[in-house]
Nanobody, 126 residues
Framework: QVQLVESGGGLVQTGGSLRLSCVAS????????VGWFRQAPGKEREFVSA????????YYGPSVGGRFTISTDNAKNTVYLQMDNLKPEDTAVYYC???????????????????WGQGTQVTVSS
């Protein structure tokens, strides 16, 4: 089992920045990738970004590329999502998820991810 805890959400004005953290604990040694997804009220869960546990591979969703940066600190079992130039449409609950596939694949869809955090609210005011 892997436990994931997100933090860093909050209220920010348009153009502002936030850094989300996802701390993993438990049996993390089999983790191959960590992804960030978000879900706004009345909308489907959306892919934001993902990173291989080694940090060598990163992916971004089309709506956040160039504004968000994902990184990992393996010593702290933590994945960060730096969010800059935030827009009102970025308002959502942000979830991190861990994938423990044996092929080391990094996925942009939620189905392969085995473990999920409880989410952290990000609100961007206009």
């Amino acid at each position: 089992q892997v436990q994931l805890v997100e933090s860093g959400g909050g209220l920010v004005q348009t153009g502002g920045s936030l850094r989300l953290s996802c701390v993993a604990s438990g049996r993390t040694e089999g983790t191959s990738a960590v992804g960030w997804f978000r879900q706004a009220p009345g909308k489907e869960r959306e892919f934001v970004s993902a990173i291989s546990w080694s940090g060598g591979t990163t992916y971004y969703g089309p709506s956040v590329g160039g504004r968000f940066t994902i990184s990992t600190d393996n010593a702290k079992n933590t994945v960060y999502l730096q969010m800059d130039n935030l827009k009102p449409e970025d308002t959502a609950v942000y979830y991190c998820a861990a994938d423990q596939n044996e092929w080391g694949m990094v996925s942009s869809i939620p189905e392969p991810y085995d473990y999920w955090g409880q989410g952290t609210q990000v609100t961007v005011s206009s």
